[in-house]
Nanobody
Framework: QVQLVESGGGLVQTGGSLTLSCAASGSISSINVMGWYRQAPGKQRELVARITRGGNTNYADFVKGRFTISRDNAKNTVYLQMNSLKPEDTAVYYC????????WGQGTQVTVSS
């Protein structure tokens, strides 16, 4: 079963940028859809963005135009480029397969200060 390790989070000011990485322990080339999720304190985990094996992408309305998801099948890695960050983007960010999730990784904390 694939294992996922997220990295790249940190503390940034409003308007700043971060790039998150999700490294898979095995090949992702055969995985059709992968996504980035986030969970803020006291809230449910929500889907932020998804990408198909062919590179088609979808975004939640609250990040559309600010975040970009991409994948490098050769490196077994999925990325999330986050620009124009807002305090409400503060959360732990996770990646996973869609629709049958693998075990969740530890996530990576993103904190946006106002």
């Amino acid at each position: 079963q694939v294992q996922l390790v997220e990295s790249g989070g940190g503390l940034v000011q409003t308007g700043g940028s971060l790039t998150l990485s999700c490294a898979a322990s095995g090949s992702i080339s055969s995985i059709n859809v992968m996504g980035w999720y986030r969970q803020a304190p006291g809230k449910q985990r929500e889907l932020v963005a998804r990408i198909t094996r062919g590179g088609n992408t979808n975004y939640a309305d609250f990040v559309k135009g600010r975040f970009t998801i991409s994948r490098d099948n050769a490196k077994n890695t999925v990325y999330l480029q986050m620009n124009s960050l807002k305090p409400e983007d503060t959360a732990v960010y996770y990646c996973n397969l869609i629709p049958a999730p693998a075990p969740w990784g530890q996530g990576t904390q993103v904190t946006v200060s106002s």
